[in-house]
């Protein structure tokens, strides 16, 4: 299929400063509600989440790294996200032309089978109606609609941007988009330039020039900077790390103490 | 029939068992979940023309370009400008909150008197003429006493025309009390004008360098201006440049540093010239800045060689004596390297000897004045407004010293100095501070010693806050004039932190005002008018739209256009325009002023023996501290070993923990000279023992119930230490103690 891309993203985190401001951009684009105590990070909604990482040294060998989590938006090795082969109400489908994982509000039925299924803790529930207090309704952005009590929310890689964009082109007469036109708020946000987004079918993408992923291969890289997390359970994230540190790769996967093969992609 | 008690009873219990073993009360109870579910709660945002509108943003004074996308007459989201040359589309964790400033619960609506007791919360609806004319009130009462002198004025903004009015205001009025929020900026400021006898903001090439080595500056914990230093950095992990951290504690900075070397706090400046005594001995030094543009070498130089041998430094600093004979190696024979100070996010400013001796050490290696090192940022000249011609009244206040003796024979070379105001009016029975007047600024929650400062606040009968938010001050004023936010005014802003250009930038209403607010130039034009015709006359301006386009003049196109103005024939300047003594020599030891500024390490509040570990403050991104509080987002991204519900953590070594079996999570009671705290432990590797590091940006008690309440201020917690040669605050910390509850 000649119009099939795939999305992802290439964060390095030896950029990310973990300031949180993808966050941030997440939570103003997306209409993310908030309530007075968001410490309990379990009902926390955050579709974008940066994990703080320690290599568990003694002072002063000790090290820290930031690690951004959206969505991986997997498309697995039978050809399913995790979450989509579970979720009895169709609520969310992974799409063959973007590669994009779908939640659509409406249909779930807060049965939050899906976050049981996934992996990464990607996946939030609604366990209150959101209040935006004051006047803080006024900046509700009318392209993403504000979910109910009772659905499960994610990372959608803001696909209403993608909509926009494409209505813009189809206005133009094009069928393509290009790179710069869809960008996630995250990637457009990110004050360090760690972020980098875009189609990782197409060669003339930075994303896919970064990792070279390999198509036939769950979209394997060999980058010796690169690893996505959890790869070892064949979900294929499209979410590509890069780190210069050791510690921290090993950190993506669950390894044995014994095992002193890194991965850079490739399972063991 | 008969209903006695038996039967009532019978029937009650009867009843209520029926009624829970049949399925009603469960099927009642899942359906109004279901019905409920139904009802419009959620709101569906109205749909409207989406447009763009750019301006800056003004919440740091980092001052990045901002594009607002609104829907209609609805700002819906703050992003990064493209093109702008601080940010070029990057944006930082609050200028992407700022809407939740904009339409949120804190801000404040209209004109409000106090009603009841200071801080109680009862407030009365005022017009804006009411308001005005109270303040004119109380102020022609203390003209007429003769007493105009003891009007005070903190302005938080820095540099610019908001600012140039309220000192105008205070020279027609006959005060010399105004006063500006410290920071970093003044100890650069001050340094430049010690060893290059500059007025002139310090700017660092930093898009060129190629080594930078920062006693603790938080390149990307907020220091300077924090989308600027993100990039930089993001640059140098690609370009091969090398940062080198050195600050006791494992920060993201040092984190993402190419080395982070621990050091004993306080110890920076024993550093910098241990450094500088490596870079003598071995002939490391740039030959041709130091015979051709620099004087006092051979003076200052046998001082760093007979004090400061690299054995004696390790001792002090705790760092190997191999680390510092590498360390100065590989900075001397970098081709561009740059020494930073300023701690954390430089929100305090700190020793001038330490800062003296930074840079020294750039000015050893020839960084100075050259691509990648400290420039000296002439100060923007564009307000040229006639001289004010102070009546009789303004002259004879204006005769009265500062209350803080900034310019003094003290501290000749300060201008400010905010600290020792609040002190030198603690120390007095009445206070020589008979009215204050605040704008953009919250100086009850941003300064240590929170405590001094609020008995002040306390002491001073007359207190009026320009506030556009009910922060600490305003809550505790008398008056709140709340001034429109950055989104909804014009304001010019120039200059940027810690930029080596001149750039000028226009902060414009991207929306019309929410609330009823009005301009602080309008407040202080307005209130000029009515006090009279000496100080009217210095105010000869409609409005300040009117006063900020007559004083912008030729750039006022450029501003209203592109946003932004930039000097397109700017170069790097002559040595004689940054070298401005008589020598045209960089000093390296300044002798036209009879400050004896040898350093000497600044002693820390409180005695070892019974405060056996230091507290340390630390900044990071996701906690404001300043003038602006966290909004709800940014407060979100808290992590919760930081904050959990109501409690703030204090990081600490493990081996510290032990030492006081204190384990993770667990609460403790953190004791200092200045007061004390309930906190929660969290253990982390990155900390040097017997130091305890605590979050600043907690600890509100005003703001919106998403920030009031949470955690702790450090600034209970911490004093100020007034710097033997700027009087600035010197404190980087406080000795404390620790035990467990």
């Known amino acids: 299929m000649r119009d099939e891309k795939k999305y992802g993203m290439v964060i390095d985190l030896d950029k990310c400063t973990g300031c949180g401001a993808c966050m941030v951009a997440c939570m103003a684009e997306n209409n993310v509600p908030f309530k007075e105590d968001e410490s309990n990070k379990l009902d926390s909604i955050t579709w974008m989440r940066v994990y703080k990482l320690t290599n568990e040294k003694p002072f002063p060998e000790a090290d820290i790294c930031y690690i951004p989590r959206p969505c991986m938006h997997c498309e697995a090795d039978h050809g399913h996200s995790p979450c989509v082969s579970v979720c009895p109400a169709t609520a969310t489908d992974y799409s063959l032309r973007t590669g994009i994982v779908s939640q659509i509000y409406s249909r779930c039925i807060g049965c939050r089978y899906c976050m049981v299924a996934c992996p990464y803790h990607a996946r939030y529930f609604n366990w209150w109606d959101p209040v935006w207090p004051s006047d803080m309704e006024k900046y509700l952005s009318p392209n993403v609609s504000p979910r109910m009590r009772g659905v499960v929310e994610k990372c959608s890689f803001c696909f209403h941007r993608y909509q926009l964009a494409m209505d813009k082109a189809f206005l133009e007469k094009r069928r393509e988009l290009k790179e710069n036109e869809y960008q996630t708020a995250c990637t457009q946000a990110c004050p360090a330039d760690a972020i980098t987004f875009g189609d990782l079918n197409n060669p003339e993408h930075a994303v896919q020039q970064l990792v070279r992923p390999d198509r036939k291969n769950g979209g394997r890289t060999k980058h010796p900077r690169a690893f996505r997390l959890l790869e070892r359970l064949g979900t294929n994230p499209k979410i590509y790390y890069l780190s210069s540190r050791e510690w921290v790769r090993r950190a993506g996967d669950n390894y044995l103490k014994k095992e002193n093969k890194t991965l850079s992609g490739r399972s063991t | 029939m008969n209903i006695n008690r038996r039967s009532f009873l019978s029937f009650v219990i009867g009843s209520a068992a ?4 049949s399925p009603l009360p469960w099927k009642m109870q899942d359906d109004s979940a279901i019905w409920s579910q139904n009802w419009p709660w959620v709101p569906v945002p109205k749909d409207g023309a989406a447009n763009y509108t750019h301006s800056i943003c003004t919440l740091c004074p980092g001052h990045c370009g901002i594009t607002i ?7 819906v989201k703050i992003e990064g400008m493209k093109g702008h040359p601080v940010n070029d589309g990057g944006i930082c964790i609050l200028g992407l909150s700022g809407l939740q400033l904009l339409y949120g619960p804190s801000r404040v609506k209209t004109p409000l008197r106090r009603e009841g007791k200071r801080g109680e919360g009862k407030w009365k609806k005022i017009s804006w003429d009411t308001a005005i004319s109270e303040v004119a009130y109380r102020l022609v009462e203390l003209r007429s006493k003769g007493q105009s002198h003891t009007l005070g004025f903190i302005s938080g903004s820095e540099q610019g025309t908001i600012t140039a009015l309220s000192e105008r205001f205070m020279t027609a009025y006959g005060s010399r009390n105004f006063l500006q929020t410290p920071s970093m900026d003044d100890s650069y400021a001050m340094v430049l004008n010690l060893m290059q006898g500059v007025d002139a903001q310090a700017g660092f090439d930093f898009e060129n360098t190629d080594f930078v080595l920062s006693f603790g500056s938080g390149i990307i914990e907020g220091w300077g201006s924090p989308v600027r230093m993100f990039r930089a950095n993001s640059r140098w992990r690609t370009n091969g440049g090398k940062v080198v951290q050195i600050e006791p504690r494992l920060s993201n900075t040092a984190a993402k540093s190419d080395k982070w070397i621990p050091i004993n706090p306080g110890t920076e400046a024993d550093l910098a010239f241990g450094l500088a005594h490596v870079i003598i001995k071995q002939s490391l030094y740039d030959r041709d800045f130091i015979d051709n543009h620099s004087s006092g070498f051979d003076h200052w130089k046998k001082r760093v060689l007979d004090e400061y041998h690299p054995g004696k430094v390790a001792k002090t600093t705790g760092i190997d004596n191999s680390t510092i004979i590498s360390l100065a190696r590989d900075f001397a024979r970098r081709s561009r390297p740059l020494a930073i100070c300023g701690k954390g996010q ?3 400013p700190g020793s001038s000897g330490e800062f003296m001796a930074v840079h020294a050490l750039n000015a050893l290696v020839g960084s100075i004045n050259r691509k990648g090192g400290v420039w000296a940022v002439p100060r923007p000249g564009y307000i040229d407004w006639p001289e004010v011609k102070m009546d009789k009244t303004a002259t004879k206040g204006f005769q009265q010293r500062r209350v803080d003796g900034a310019g003094d024979k003290k501290y000749p070379q300060s201008g400010s100095l905010l600290n020792r105001f609040f002190k ?14 605040v704008s953009d600024a919250n100086p009850r929650y941003t300064l240590p010693d929170s405590k001094i400062i609020k008995e002040v606040f306390d002491k001073i009968p007359f207190v009026a806050s320009f ?6 001050t305003a809550v505790n004023s008398d008056l709140i004039l709340p001034n429109h936010i950055y989104l909804e005014r014009y304001e010019d802003v120039p200059g940027v932190t810690g930029l080596q250009k001149p750039i000028v930038s226009l902060s414009r209403p991207v929306i019309k005002p929410q609330f009823n607010t009005k301009h602080v130039g309008d407040v202080i034009i307005g209130l000029a008018k009515q006090l009279g015709k000496g100080t009217a006359d210095a105010f000869a301006w409609e409005n300040y739209e009117n006063c900020l386009e007559k004083t912008m003049g030729k750039m006022w196109k450029t501003l209203i256009e592109a946003g932004f103005w930039t000097d397109p024939n700017f170069k790097k300047p002559k040595w004689d325009e940054i070298l401005d003594f008589s020598s045209e020599k960089f000093a390296f030891l300044n002798n036209n002023t009879s400050i004896d500024y040898q350093y000497r390490p600044v002693k820390l509040e409180g005695e070892p023996t019974s405060f056996p570990l230091t507290l ?18 940014v407060i979100k991204t808290v992590e919760d070993t930081v904050l959990k519900k109501k409690d703030s953590f204090v990081e600490i070594n493990p081996k510290t923990a032990r030492a006081y079996s204190l384990s993770e999570g667990s609460y403790a009671v953190l004791t200092t000279l200045k007061g004390s705290a309930r906190v929660r432990i969290h253990l982390f590797d990155g900390i040097m023992p017997g130091i305890v590091a605590i979050p600043s940006g907690l600890g509100h008690t005003a703001y919106d119930k998403f920030l009031s309440g949470k955690g702790v201020n450090v600034n209970e917690l911490i004093g100020s230490v007034e710097d033997p040669v700027s009087g600035l605050n010197a404190a980087w910390g406080i000795r404390a103690k620790l035990y467990k509850t």
């Open chain 2, 346 to 348: 430089g929100k305090t």
């Open chain 2, 69 to 75: 996308r609104k829907i209609d007459d609805r700002a």
């Open chain 2, 18 to 21: 029926g009624t829970t073993l």
């Open chain 2, 616 to 633: 340390i403050p630390y900044d990071s991104m996701r906690l404001a501290n300043g003038f602006i509080g966290d909004p709800p987002f």
């Open chain 2, 467 to 472: 506030s556009s938010f009910m922060d600490e």
């Open chain 2, 424 to 437: 030198m009016i603690h120390a007095k029975e009445i206070s020589p501070i008979q009215a204050l007047l």
